[in-house]
């Protein structure tokens, strides 16, 4: 499997590696959506906005709990945020990373998830 990601400028006008995903919501509801890929992140983290779209029923999380990232701590259902200020994308965390080969290249503007048949290989040129 390859999965090919692209550098999107997030609202803050940086670039950072993204790859698009398909998330199924409530009924029939489809949702299309670019994920942050954050290799420091312990878990994958849908937006406000995504939520939203998904319309999924909700329930707070137990008392105590909270995403905790370099912002600080937020308030969530599910994996989601619901401070629209906590971030602008969705992030794809290690909870699903860790299934891929991840290639995050600047400088050649690539960004690929890959498993199974796909593989890359490191050469000296």
């Not at 489809?30 to 983290?45: C, K, M, N, P, V």
């Not at 992030?91 to 593989?119: A, K, M, T, W, Y």
Request: hydrophobic residues 40%.
């Amino acid at each position: 499997m390859r999965i090919p990601g692209e550098w999107r400028e997030s609202d803050d006008g940086v670039a950072r590696p993204a790859v698009r995903a398909h998330v199924a919501g409530s009924g029939a509801i489809l949702a299309s959506e670019y994920f942050l890929i954050d290799t420091g992140a312990d878990r994958s983290t849908f937006s406000v906005a995504l939520l939203d779209s998904l319309q999924l029923p909700s329930s707070p999380p137990p008392a105590g709990l909270s995403l905790v990232g370099i912002g600080g701590a937020g308030a969530y259902v599910y994996a989601a945020f619901t401070d629209p200020d906590a971030t602008d994308m969705s992030i794809l965390g290690r909870d699903v990373l860790d299934h891929f080969d991840v290639i995050i290249s600047r400088p050649r503007n690539e960004v690929l998830l890959l498993s199974q048949n796909h593989q890359y290989r490191v050469v000296s040129l």
